[in-house]
């Protein structure tokens, strides 16, 4: 449905939506889809694999050039930079694909109900202690990334306790006096290196704030990046140093047997693929829940039925297809699905879809897909205050 087109439809409004109705269709159509099973795990090893195979292809091309390197004695940029590029991309794609493809419904505990699943896919292994190393290496902590995501946004999402609140987020920049178009620059350079400016501190702020409040003591309100003190010591030991230390030391420095300078491209083909994997899924991850025609709420939400009304009123899904198409997305264009059934396997949003769409549209709520750039478009006007997120009245 086009914009003009859902401007002109009217939609029921929010307190008069049958919720228990609602709740009812909702939980009849999971039921017709039944229980995780061993296909839904191969579905799991397949997305991996592909996965693995662009990372393994990314570090290929880096030793077919340190090669040519060294048996020119140099290449021309001509040559060099293109592959570096393709390089690079490759790896980053790897790189999302580990958090949004694996990591993410692992630690859903997605697949936690698949008979005689190994060990190392359930949410209770899943990169914890030493295994971090193993499956899910990046600049944020897993803890600390489940309890920021699994339940402060899922189970808050569009209230001001979610810590993903975009708009309320930005305050600090759509109040300022800065020009418009600095701002969207601020915007394009941010969405370059969000994972280690914003996801990084904001997981550990959100972890500890919840272990402050436990203990009855004050909130931390701002990230502290100053290593000799406790925030930003944990910042930087616990997850700045372990994800740069092993993708800008360790792994560059496997490339020293064919010499300093097949070392520097690893290092210029990872630093890119860094910037890559930032804008990759910033652009598929940030416009989920962020525009002009997405909700945000007042209060905390009654019951199961409302609950599963402000994930589909509250969330956008883009376009889908196919395992090419949604492994590219990160199975992140599946939002509403995933909102409304967070611990389900990948392959199930992809069967769900069509039943949620139906119910949406016997209830005649909205159903939002559209291209994930257009909807990236959006987000940006709402970063740098051009508009406003929808309010439901007393709610």
């Known amino acids: 449905m086009s914009k003009l087109e859902s401007q002109s439809h009217q939609y029921t409004p929010y307190d008069q939506i049958d919720k228990e109705q609602l709740k009812k269709d909702i939980e009849e159509a999971k039921e017709t889809i039944g229980a995780p099973s061993e296909e839904d795990f191969q579905h799991l090893l397949k997305m991996e694999r592909w996965g693995r195979i662009a990372t393994a292809s990314g570090f290929a091309l880096i030793l077919i050039i340190a090669l040519m390197e060294l048996s020119a004695g ?20 790897g790189n999302v694909g580990r958090w949004a493809n694996v990591t993410h419904p692992v630690l859903h505990g997605a697949y936690d109900k698949v008979p005689n699943i190994p060990n190392k896919y359930k949410k209770k292994y899943y990169a914890q202690g030493s ?11 897993p803890d600390a990334w489940m309890y920021e995501h699994n339940i402060m946004h899922h189970y808050h999402l569009g209230e001001v306790d979610d810590p993903d609140n975009v708009e309320r987020n930005m305050q600090w920049l759509i109040q300022s006096k800065t020009p418009m178009w600095l701002r969207r620059i601020f915007v394009y350079v941010f969405a370059g290196t969000w994972k280690f400016t914003y996801y990084a501190p904001n997981t550990l702020r959100i972890l500890r704030n919840k272990k402050l409040k436990e203990d009855n003591k004050m909130e931390i309100l701002d990230y502290e990046y100053d290593p000799r003190k406790p925030f930003g010591f944990e910042l930087w030991w616990d997850y700045y140093i372990p994800y740069f230390s092993v993708h800008f030391i360790l792994i560059p420095a496997l490339f020293l047997p064919l010499g300093v300078s097949a070392v520097i491209t690893a290092l210029i083909v990872l630093v890119i693929a860094e910037f890559f994997a930032n804008l990759h899924s910033f652009l598929v991850i940030v416009p989920n829940h962020s525009a002009e025609d997405i909700y945000m709420f007042n209060e905390p939400y009654k019951g199961t039925g409302e609950f599963y009304l402000r994930q589909i009123m509250g969330s956008v899904n883009y376009n889908t297809g196919s395992d090419l198409i949604d492994y590219a997305h990160g199975f992140l264009n599946y939002q509403v699905e995933h909102h409304i059934f967070p611990d389900m396997p990948l392959s199930f949003y992809q069967k769900t879809q069509p039943l949620i769409k139906d119910i949406c549209k016997k209830h005649n709520l909205e159903y939002r897909q559209e291209s994930v750039f257009k909807r990236m478009s959006m987000t940006i006007d709402l970063m740098v205050g051009k508009t406003k997120l929808l309010r439901v009245d007393g709610v």
């Not at 190393?133 to 990046?138: A, E, N, Q, R």
């Open 131 to 141: 295994r971090r190393y193993l499956d899910w290496l990046d600049w944020i902590k």
């Open 74 to 93: 140099g290449i021309s940029g001509f040559v060099f930079w293109p592959l570096a590029i393709v390089a690079a991309v490759l790896i980053s794609t």
